[in-house]
């Protein structure tokens, strides 16, 4: 059966995950992972970002 979701996003697909029964897009990265690095997950882009302060 073919997808019916749309794309998590256009671009950098690979930072998504996508639940195929409700087609929610979530990160693949967790906050935990990021801030490891002492970065926060930024939720739209899925990326770990350098804390704004």
Known sequence: QENP?????ERR???FV???Q????SCKN???R????QLELNERTC???KPRR
Do not use: F, I, N
């Open 47 to 49: 990326r770990c970002d």
């Open 30 to 32: 967790t906050d935990s």
């Open 22 to 25: 409700t087609c929610k897009c």
């Open 13 to 15: 697909k690979h930072l």
């Open 5 to 9: 979701c749309g794309p998590c996003s």
């Open 34 to 37: 990021c801030k490891a690095r």
């Open 18 to 20: 996508q639940d195929p």
